[in-house]
């Protein structure tokens, strides 16, 4: 006869925190200015907002960032249980005025679709039930609508008030908590 395994039961309902950096960042720097910004209190108080939402999906978070990245910020995000996911620029073939600074572009930003792509990448897990977004740009609507129509929870952490009023669709689309009435909603300029 064999002995009978004591297995802990498998963590479900796990949250899979993705951050858009620039969003996160630019948002932050035109409230606040580079001295009152508090990067690091406001990644500790996200790290445990998302705790209570749910556990992190691998233990950490992923912080999708173009390259100029700084070193401090870096450490500060690996510091805090953050991976970072660098997204370089790509080159275009013709230039093309930005929707959203109206300059002309020779290079695209790929932080937003290859902030997209992972988490539709992960959708399939069957440990992932919740995406916990961090940004304030409306460019996310249709991921949270593809991960309503697949059974995924949404939660938002708005870098401050002001891309949160820019933000409606995506608050339309963020979820309840399961254990407390209120959207699974954080804004990081409170903190």
Known sequence: MQPELNLSPVETGQVLLLVDWDNFWYSLFTRFGIGKMNIEDRIRALMGWVKTIGGLWGGHGFVFAPEHLTSIHREICVNNGLWLVTCPKKQLTEPRRNRKSGRMETKADTVDETLVNFAKMLTGHPRFKTLCL??????????????????????LAAPTVNSLARTQELIKLVDEYSFKHGKMLLMLDNI
Do not use: C, I, P, Y
């Open 134 to 155: 961090v940004s304030g740009d409306n460019d996310f609507v249709a991921l949270f609508q593809f991960m309503h129509e697949r059974g995924v929870k949404t939660a």
